[in-house]
């Protein structure tokens, strides 16, 4: 039995189709560590502020009081740290919304799919995916 040869052309929509899948991956997963808190948003001069009269008051808590301060240290930290990555969201969010369609398509992936699991109906637009049938 002979060895089936594969194209370039084959060969080549192969790796399109996982350099999609990786880019698709990759905004789902940014979208998962992104999603909305409740409540009123908070700006990075807040949050800072928030820090500086941590630091003010820290040293002369009782135990648990700095236990706690010391907690919500950590969070805001870590807050300001993600809103200061909002332009790495952005670019990951572009790269989607340009592979989006082609990859929704061959998928056979809804509109419904999409929104079920976070992606906004806004970045669908962009991408080129409406609430019909599937791309």
């Known amino acids: 039995m002979a060895k089936r040869q594969v194209s370039d ?10 350099v999609e899948g990786r880019v698709v991956k990759a905004y789902l997963e940014a979208l998962e560590e992104n ?13 800072r502020k928030r820090l500086d009269g941590i630091e003010a ?29 909002a332009s790495e969201f952005a670019e990951i969010e572009k790269a989607f919304v340009d592979v989006a369609a082609g990859y ?5 992936i809804s509109y419904g799919a999409w929104r079920e699991v976070g992606v906004p109906a806004a970045t669908l637009k962009a991408a080129g995916i409406g609430r019909g049938a599937v791309s």
């Open 57 to 85: 008051t820290i040293a002369d808590s009782d135990p648990l009081k700095r236990l706690n301060l010391v907690q919500e240290r950590i969070d805001l930290r870590n807050e300001l740290a993600s809103t200061e990555n």
């Open 35 to 47: 999603k909305p808190k409740r409540g009123r948003k908070r700006t990075p001069e807040s949050i």
């Open 104 to 108: 929704s398509g061959r998928k056979g």
């Open 9 to 18: 052309s084959h060969k080549k929509a192969m790796a399109a189709g996982r």
